[in-house]
């Protein structure tokens, strides 16, 4: 009689233990999905984007963009932006202000890069834009970046 009691027991706490171990695997945080960091890299740069006035002195406008862009854009393209700044994103006019970006579509390409079509709504409108993403030891970055009127 005691045996059965203490099978029973011993039956009970493994069948708990394995449903337990069940559950953690199934609510354990899991990491986020390749698209869903894609989209962060673009949406984070969409928030940036008021903050990196184009116009004015040229070394404020690099440092600006180091600052708010950095993470966001690999280097090659940063560089290629802090020295023609109006062929980045960023503030012109007081009454254009970038206030976001808002993805239309997003693509993965053969060679695993992605390529986000949205548009950039400011205070005004809005500009259709064209971003290619591909993953470095950093993460994923922004590689290209076009504005553009029709694909």
Same mark, same amino acid.
């Given at each position: 009689? *005691?045996?059965?009691? @203490?099978? +029973? @027991?011993?039956?009970? +706490?493994? %069948? %708990?233990? +394995?449903?337990?171990?069940?559950?953690?695997?199934? &609510?354990?945080p899991?990491?986020?999905?390749?698209?869903?960091?894609?989209?962060? !890299?673009?949406?984070?740069?969409?928030d940036?984007?008021?903050?990196? $006035? @184009? !116009?004015g002195?040229?070394?404020?406008?690099a440092?600006? *963009?180091?600052?708010?862009?950095?993470?966001?854009?690999?280097?090659?393209?940063?560089?290629?932006?802090?020295?023609?700044?109006? $062929?980045a994103?960023? /503030?012109?006019?007081?009454?254009? !202000?970038?206030? /976001?970006?808002?993805?239309?579509? @997003? &693509?993965?390409?053969?060679?695993?890069?992605? #390529?986000?079509?949205?548009? !950039? +709504? &400011?205070?005004?409108g809005? #500009?259709?834009?064209?971003?290619v993403? $591909?993953?470095g030891?950093?993460?994923?970055?922004? &590689?290209?970046?076009?504005?553009?009127w029709?694909?």
């Amino acid at each position: 009689c *005691m045996n059965k009691r @203490l099978l +029973i @027991l011993c039956a009970g +706490i493994i %069948v %708990v233990g +394995i449903v337990g171990a069940l559950l953690y695997i199934n &609510t354990r945080p899991q990491p986020p999905s390749t698209e869903y960091q894609v989209r962060s !890299v673009v949406y984070g740069l969409g928030d940036e984007l008021s903050r990196v $006035s @184009l !116009v004015g002195k040229p070394d404020a406008i690099a440092k600006e *963009m180091d600052q708010h862009y950095a993470v966001y854009i690999h280097p090659d393209l940063l560089e290629r932006w802090k020295n023609t700044p109006l $062929s980045a994103p960023g /503030r012109l006019a007081t009454a254009a !202000v970038p206030d /976001r970006i808002e993805i239309q579509t @997003l &693509t993965l390409n053969e060679d695993g890069t992605y #390529t986000a079509d949205a548009q !950039v +709504i &400011t205070s005004i409108g809005s #500009t259709p834009v064209r971003f290619v993403l $591909s993953q470095g030891p950093d993460g994923w970055q922004i &590689t290209e970046y076009k504005q553009h009127w029709a694909f």
